[in-house]
């Protein structure tokens, strides 16, 4: 069956928070056509900064569902030819019954054949053919931890890290995330919830695309007055 659906995780509710509705909606267009058609939208508001991460979640999303699809189809058809050489076996075997009369006045019949144990295995077999899912991989370590209001940290992967590289090329998003977790162990009463701490962080990566940004260097960090730095970057912010 054609896939007649564009994949809308939640995730999207939290990542685009910075949209208004205008943009959300236009966006949202964007997908549906992409999905049903491979017709790219073209977006002059802040959607543009979003679409290419979700055309190409939504690629995966559609070949994920077409290679399930394939392998059931293919599993079908296969379950289908068993049973009908089983049925081809149950009508042969048939004719080698072996008849017994019953104790009854009725003169009814009892048959033993030696079909069972062949319809038993051919079952079992067609049971084989269930679509499994492959383990995950083990998760990997966080790139840099953020402290919450909780005392907890969240740990930001690098499927994070990349993700917003993406949504935000202007900005050096590890970088940032270093500023981050300055600026949440120099201000403990402004840290984040657990719920609250991705739109902290796209709000912050947001404001540093529309400000220009600065790419990665693609050098190493080194050390120095991060905290120093940090607040002079929240003077410019214009935080407290």
């Given at each position: 069956m054609?896939?007649?659906y564009?994949a809308?995780?939640?995730d999207?509710l939290?990542?685009?928070?910075?949209?208004?509705?205008?943009e959300?909606?236009?966006l949202?267009?964007?997908?549906?056509?992409?999905?049903?058609?491979?017709?790219?939208i073209?977006?002059?508001?802040?959607?543009?900064?979003f679409?290419?991460r979700m055309m190409?979640?939504?690629?995966?999303f559609?070949?994920?569902?077409?290679?399930?699809?394939t392998t059931?189809?293919?599993?079908g058809?296969?379950g289908?030819?068993?049973?009908w050489?089983?049925?081809?076996r149950i009508?042969a075997n048939?004719?080698?019954?072996?008849?017994?009369?019953?104790?009854?006045?009725?003169?009814?019949?009892?048959t033993?054949t030696?079909?069972?144990?062949?319809t038993?295995?051919q079952?079992?077999?067609d049971s084989?053919?269930?679509?499994c899912?492959?383990?995950q991989?083990a998760?990997?370590?966080?790139?840099?931890?953020?402290?919450?209001?909780?005392?907890?940290?969240?740990d930001?992967?690098?499927n994070?890290?990349?993700?917003?590289s993406?949504?935000?090329?202007n900005?050096d998003v590890?970088?940032q995330?270093?500023?981050?977790?300055?600026w949440?162990?120099a201000?403990?009463?402004?840290?984040?919830?657990?719920?609250?701490?991705?739109?902290?962080i796209?709000?912050w990566?947001?404001?540093?695309q529309?400000k220009?940004g600065k790419?990665?260097?693609?050098?190493p960090?080194?050390?120095?007055?991060v905290?120093?730095e940090?607040?002079e970057?929240?003077?410019?912010?214009g935080k407290?």
């Amino acid at each position: 069956m054609a896939r007649n659906y564009a994949a809308l995780p939640y995730d999207y509710l939290e990542e685009m928070d910075a949209l208004n509705d205008a943009e959300f909606g236009r966006l949202m267009r964007a997908l549906l056509v992409y999905s049903m058609t491979g017709e790219q939208i073209a977006l002059c508001g802040n959607e543009r900064f979003f679409v290419k991460r979700m055309m190409a979640q939504e690629d995966r999303f559609k070949a994920s569902y077409d290679d399930i699809a394939t392998t059931r189809s293919e599993a079908g058809k296969a379950g289908a030819a068993a049973r009908w050489q089983n049925g081809k076996r149950i009508f042969a075997n048939g004719k080698n019954s072996k008849a017994m009369p019953a104790n009854g006045k009725n003169g009814n019949t009892e048959t033993n054949t030696d079909t069972n144990t062949e319809t038993n295995i051919q079952l079992s077999n067609d049971s084989k053919g269930e679509y499994c899912a492959e383990p995950q991989a083990a998760d990997a370590p966080p790139v840099i931890s953020l402290p919450l209001n909780d005392g907890t940290f969240f740990d930001v992967s690098e499927n994070d890290r990349a993700k917003w590289s993406q949504l935000y090329p202007n900005v050096d998003v590890l970088q940032q995330l270093r500023h981050m977790a300055g600026w949440c162990d120099a201000n403990p009463t402004k840290r984040k919830t657990r719920g609250g701490v991705k739109r902290f962080i796209t709000n912050w990566l947001a404001e540093e695309q529309n400000k220009g940004g600065k790419a990665p260097q693609n050098r190493p960090f080194v050390g120095g007055d991060v905290f120093a730095e940090m607040l002079e970057e929240e003077k410019n912010r214009g935080k407290s």
